[in-house]
């Protein structure tokens, strides 16, 4: 986003900060088989998805004891309709901090976060890989999006093709260690480069960087307030 500001408004002083949603671990992983997939979104995320339902409907025919569950507003696409019970949903939660509990509660194994690349999802934030990472859910996720950065050094699976989505969700689903040394690479960043305590850091240092930045012209508004006040 702030390239895109910069292209239209280029002496705009603008400061871009690396994490827009911080997190802490709220579940880990336990050794099992894997599940459940899912994929959290409103109801206009339809079209992300219905992008890499090809690789979903191929996972569930190659596993029948996987359940795609949707959390969210999101309806349920009708190509999966005829795996029944195996597709599950569960309503959106208003408050953040509920919905946090809520969402860790369902144990997913593995969450999707697929993006049609269209300019709007190229400015998209990287929040569904720190809320999945943190309710114990391994990553795959569009390539070539903000998703690269932080899947990187095995903390996520980045897939562009059905081939490569398919691949990605049924090596993570039947390769158990493979899925828990991911969720717990990726725990270890979220909790050095994505908790709360650097997301403060962060917003501080921008609060330094906009007071050097008009630090002669706070002065003088400030002398000119003092001005009016005794006048």
């Known amino acids: 986003m702030k390239h895109r500001f910069l292209e239209y408004f280029p002496d705009l002083q603008v400061v871009s900060g690396r994490i ?65 019970s195996r597709v599950v949903t569960a309503p959106p939660v208003a408050n953040y901090s509920k919905f946090l509990e809520e969402f860790a509660a369902r144990h997913w194994d593995v969450g999707i976060c697929p993006l049609v690349p269209i300019d709007f999802n190229l400015m998209k934030a990287n929040t569904k890989w720190v809320e999945y990472t943190a309710s114990g859910a391994a990553v795959v996720a569009s390539r070539g999006t903000v998703y690269d950065e932080c899947c990187a050094d095995g903390c996520g699976i980045l897939a562009a093709t059905t081939d490569e989505w398919f691949a990605a969700l049924d090596r993570l689903v039947n390769d158990e260690n493979e899925r828990l040394g991911m969720v717990q690479r990726a725990q ?39 001005v009016c006040q005794t006048a």
């Open 20 to 84: 827009y949603c911080s997190g802490s671990v709220l579940r880990t992983p336990a050794r099992g088989s894997a599940r459940k997939v899912g994929y959290m979104a409103s109801a206009d995320h339809a079209h992300n998805l219905e992008m890499i339902l090809p690789a979903i409907e191929q996972l569930l025919d190659h596993n029948p004891l996987v359940e795609f569950e949707l959390f969210g507003s999101i309806p349920v696409p009708l190509s999966l309709e005829r795996f029944g």
């Open 188 to 226: 270890n960043r979220l909790e050095q480069e994505y908790s709360v305590g650097r997301l403060r850091e962060q917003v501080l240092g921008v609060m330094r960087l906009a007071k050097e930045a008009i630090g002669p012209q706070a002065l003088e508004l400030k002398e000119e307030n003092e």
